[in-house]
């Protein structure tokens, strides 16, 4: 549990509450479907409130970081009464197996699904091993 | 081949486990304070519920849904929401089961029932579905809605 010094608020110039704590809020985690056939993965991700201006898919070393910033849709003088939904910003990263063909990612965003399709490198696409009998 | 960043056994991950089961005692299974038509915590989709002076507002966080196919009513002050999808279709082949490492995603159809506060509107009612989400617009009768009062000098 936080302790009291980061709920406690503090007034800023302008004399309005702001908290303590310059701790950044946690992302959420969006959920996923992993799966994989001979070409390469496909990683769908539920990002509900990501528009395609608003998502960042970037691959570091072998390090997939998938990003994104829920569009504002609410009205400045919303009063909450009751939310099952919190935060604003996703996060998620993968470690990519070296199979992966990284200037290949495909990404595609629709409705809040993010598509990513992840092909492999030529070389390592399964071939067919052919058993001599004898 | 991929696998997540971040370790269950995290510290943080601990902290959250017990705040949550903090909330459950006071909201969970088991709580008279639980609502008759409230669902189990990560339950599709996921709903808010705010108000302006004006109007009550609904975010419905449905993902990958064809908005032709949601089914929206509302009855005196119930809202409900029945949709669906399927997220094998998302593949773009059929999957074959074992090709999944994860399978996070709500798959199948839902249905969800909002009650709503006593000050809307039934006939006025607009819905919206944007990157993914819902937003039911309702607005509140007449005689609910804020009024500023000005006070006369006298």
């Not at chain 1, 197996?97 to 993010?114: C, F, Q, T, Y």
């Not at chain 2, 409900?80 to 997220?87: L, M, N, V």
């Amino acid at each position: 549990m936080a302790e009291t010094k980061d709920t406690q608020m503090a007034v800023s110039s302008e004399g309005r509450p702001v908290a303590a704590s310059t701790k950044a809020p946690s992302s959420i985690i969006p959920p996923v479907d992993i799966y994989e056939n001979d070409d390469g993965i496909i990683l769908i991700a539920d990002m509900p409130g990501v528009g395609k201006d608003s998502l960042e898919v970037q691959v570091d070393k072998n390090i997939l970081t998938i990003k994104g910033t829920i569009e504002d849709i609410v009205p400045k003088e919303l009063k909450p009464l009751y939310a099952e939904f919190t935060g604003k910003e996703y996060e998620r990263a993968f470690t990519l197996g070296p199979d992966v063909d990284v200037s290949k990612i495909e990404a595609n965003m629709n409705a809040g699904v993010l598509k990513l399709m992840l092909p492999k490198a030529e070389e390592v696409k399964p071939r067919r091993i052919e058993v001599k009998a004898g | 081949m991929l696998s997540p960043w971040i370790g269950l056994s995290d510290p943080v991950w601990r902290d959250l486990e017990v705040m949550r089961e903090e909330m459950n005692k006071l909201f969970g299974l088991g709580s008279p304070m639980a609502n008759i038509r409230g669902v189990a915590q990560g339950t599709f989709p996921a709903v808010n519920v705010g108000e302006t002076s004006e109007q009550v507002i609904v975010y419905v966080f449905a993902p990958g849904i064809d908005p032709a196919g949601m089914e929206l009513t509302i009855e005196k002050n119930l809202l409900s929401i029945a949709a669906g999808r399927d997220t094998s279709k998302d593949i773009g082949e059929k999957p074959k089961p074992e090709g999944y490492y994860r399978q996070e995603r709500f798959s199948g159809n839902f249905k969800r029932v909002i009650s709503l506060p006593e000050s809307i509107d039934p006939g006025k009612v607009e819905a919206r579905y944007k990157n993914g989400i819902l937003v039911v617009t309702i607005n509140k009768k007449e005689e609910e809605k804020a009024r500023k009062i000005n006070v006369a000098v006298g």
